[in-house]
């Protein structure tokens, strides 16, 4: 079935360095792509989505591309603030159903 | 996009009793899901809700356990049964949003379940 890979955290970095969270992920078909972030105590927060091949998702300084070569779909960011410290969630919408599927998140902590 | 609310936002409740979480929207949307997110883990999809239908219960995933209600396009409960402390988790509702397909969802701010 589909599925979402990340890279494991928790992931610390300090203030401006540059973040990359690697994400993969298995489906049939041309899904849609996601990150979601998660600040602490808060709900789920859509960050940026694309929904074909070579489409770039972007806000908040943060981008994606989606890259159906390599099934892949990296969150970057070119320098890191504290307030970006959250739980960062890599999400599908596959093309043959209504429902996502999320990967198991990357805790992100950004040190003054 | 849409605005979305759950009550209660948190609550601790003892092993054995049931839980209904509501959710409402302020816009009328087609499709609403169920997620519970279980301390330090993602998410999992319990359930989709469609107004007028059954729900759709994924692996896992029981009516007798989880019973949820749509009763229109705006609002929708969903009940935790005989609940043990494996059952403590956040759970979430979201709605779909889209062309012909959940190409965007919005989620609302969950309800934090403590089962004792």
């Known amino acids: 079935g589909d599925s979402v890979t990340q890279m494991e955290g928790p992931v610390t970095l300090s203030e401006e360095a540059f973040l990359t969270i690697n994400c993969t992920y298995t489906a049939t078909g041309y899904p849609s792509l996601f990150w979601y972030v998660q600040y602490p105590g808060e709900g789920l927060q859509l960050l940026l989505k694309a929904t074909k091949a070579d489409d770039k998702g972007s806000n908040k300084g943060f981008e994606a591309t989606y890259r159906k070569e390599t099934t892949s779909f990296h969150l970057e960011k070119g320098s890191v603030q504290v307030s970006d410290s959250a739980v960062y969630f890599c999400a599908l919408s596959g093309a043959s159903y209504d429902k996502v599927i999320f990967g198991p998140g990357t805790s992100l902590s950004v040190i003054p | 996009s849409a605005v979305i609310s759950q009550k209660p936002s948190r609550d601790i409740c003892q092993r054995g009793t049931s839980l209904t979480i509501q959710c409402q929207v302020d816009?009328?949307?087609?499709?609403m899901f169920w997620y519970r997110q279980q301390p330090g883990q993602s998410l999992t999809l319990i359930a989709t809700a469609n107004q007028g239908s059954e729900a759709t219960y994924e692996s896992g995933f029981v009516i007798d356990k989880f019973p949820i209600s749509r009763p229109n396009l705006t609002f929708s409960t969903l009940t935790v049964s005989n609940m043990s402390p494996e059952d403590s988790s956040i759970y979430l509702c979201s709605v779909g949003v889209g062309l012909g397909r959940t190409d965007t969802q919005y989620f609302g701010p969950g309800t934090r379940l403590t089962v004792l």
């Open positions: 816009s009328q949307v087609t499709m």
